[in-house]
């Protein structure tokens, strides 16, 4: 089994809809973190979190939430989504043993049409 | 200016060839280097660690320059298997301690 895990895995909707991507993970880690990747801008850090209840904006945060309810599952929220957010969207974990090695999910390719 | 830059690409070796890539960083306060691989619609996974007196595992190596804020990696008898995204990746130990990514090249190894 996969240790970091996203849903869904691919999901198409509207502008304006309110829209929920899921994160967990097995590996114990403390940390994790949301990106999007979009062509030749490579990944760009949403929020992170250091753990439970705690939460960090990054470089665009901006029409994005998220919450960190439990160490295994951090969950990204757009309130209304809008096309320029379509992207692919990456979670990733770190752990104490080394915070540089990111440990990535699957990605969820979303499409705001 | 983005904070690490990278040529984007593709390049397109045989196998058996010899390729580099260079990234550039733009915080000569950066501490910490890496190399991630990326294959077709998957995830980034660490590569390799990039280290001042430069590193080598198996058939890959990586060098840093501090002084001209550059990092390289080399690949040296290029398998099909190597075709991917290669992901510069750079830690400037700042209050967060995150990873700042670059665009990606992309390598393209034909029979």
């Known amino acids: 089994d996969a240790d970091v895990t996203q849903t869904p895995r691919n999901r198409i909707t509207k502008t304006g809809k309110r829209i929920m991507l899921e994160c967990s993970q097995t590996?114990?880690?403390?940390?994790m973190y949301w990106y999007r990747q979009d062509p030749g801008l490579g990944l760009r850090l949403i929020y992170y979190?250091?753990?439970?209840?705690?939460?960090n904006k990054g470089e665009i945060s901006d029409g994005y939430s998220v919450s960190r309810q439990a160490q295994a599952k951090f969950s990204l929220s757009l309130e209304s989504a809008i096309p320029n957010q379509t992207a692919l969207y990456f979670c990733?974990?770190?752990?104490?043993?080394?915070?540089?090695?990111?440990?990535f999910g699957p990605g969820t390719r979303l499409t705001v049409l | 200016r983005k904070e690490v830059e990278q040529d984007p690409g593709p390049f397109n070796v045989p196998e058996g060839a010899t390729v580099a890539f260079n990234c550039t960083y733009s915080?000569?306060?950066?501490?910490?280097f890496f190399w991630y691989r990326q294959d077709c619609r998957k995830e980034p996974k660490l590569l390799m660690s990039?280290?001042?007196s430069g590193n080598e595992d198996g058939r890959f190596t990586a060098q840093l320059n501090r002084a001209s804020q550059y990092i390289s990696l080399l690949i040296r008898d290029s398998k099909l298997s190597d075709s991917a995204t290669y992901l510069c990746?750079?830690?400037?130990?700042?209050?967060?301690?995150?990873?700042?990514f670059g665009g990606g090249t992309r390598l393209m190894v034909k029979p």
């Open positions: 990746v750079v830690n400037n130990n700042n209050a967060g301690n995150m990873l700042t």
């Open positions: 915080n000569s306060a950066s501490q910490s």
């Open positions: 990733a974990t770190s752990g104490r043993a080394s915070y540089n090695e990111q440990f």
């Open positions: 590996k114990g880690h403390d940390r």
């Open positions: 990039v280290y001042s």
């Open positions: 979190s250091f753990d439970v209840k705690d939460i």
